[in-house]
């Protein structure tokens, strides 16, 4: 099986896992994987759930779509991340229900709106950044993305939803995950005294394990 064929099948397998644990719902979602000749990117108003793998949209390195469906309207999005984040090779951007509750609160800090609550948030997920409101497909998204330098791995939509790249689509879902959980904990913990870890205790979690 050629790398693209593997590639399209771990999407449509992890995809499904997804929506079928409620991380994704009706056609909200999208995901995208690096190829050595383009990316591979989930097709417009396609549940996760229903992905076919000879369907998934596929782009030039230039952005141009050359086969599959129609691309998801954040493609300017995924670009942005791929194009800024060398090492990403996949990118996960959900409608999670407690990410996008926290992205919805007044007074997240932009610069850090997920902060070091638990062990495994700053190993899959690090630093979190809050981007302001676009409308979805808004190619300004992508600019902001493209205006960050590649500084953060994991992005806050506000009033939309994470946005989460990853070395392996495994490694990106997995964060994904570990962030919609921890922003549920800080949701559900909110107005009570919460005990972060130092500063510290980041970095000797980033030392030994850097970002996984």
Not at 20 to 49: C, E, I, Q, Y
Not at 52 to 60: G, N, P, Q, V, W
Not at 99 to 126: I, K
Not at 129 to 142: E, I, N, R, T
């Amino acid at each position: 099986m050629s790398l693209e064929q593997t590639a399209r099948t771990e999407m449509v397998r992890l995809c499904k896992s997804l929506f079928d644990r409620g991380f994704s719902v009706g056609t909200a979602g999208n995901v995208s994987v690096r190829l050595p000749d383009g990316m591979l990117m989930t097709p417009t108003n396609v549940r996760l759930g229903d992905l076919e793998a000879e369907r998934i949209s596929k782009l030039d390195l230039h952005g141009n779509h050359i086969s599959g469906d129609k691309p998801t309207k954040e493609v300017f999005l995924h670009q942005a991340c791929l194009d800024t984040l060398p090492e990403a090779q996949a990118v996960v951007h959900l409608h999670s229900t407690w990410a996008t509750a926290l992205s919805c609160l007044e007074d997240t800090d932009p610069d850090d709106c997920v902060p070091p609550l638990t062990p495994y948030v700053v190993m899959r997920v690090g630093a979190v950044k809050l981007l302001p409101y676009v409308k979805p497909g808004d190619p300004c998204m992508g600019q902001m993305i493209r205006d960050l330098k590649g500084r953060y791995g994991a992005m806050l939509l506000a009033n939309h939803g994470p946005v989460v790249t990853g070395r392996t689509l495994a490694s990106a879902v997995a964060a994904a995950e570990e962030l919609e959980e921890t922003c549920k904990l800080l949701v559900a913990l909110r107005g009570l005294p919460l005990r972060m870890l130092t500063s510290a205790q980041v970095a000797e979690l980033t030392a030994t394990f850097g970002r996984i």
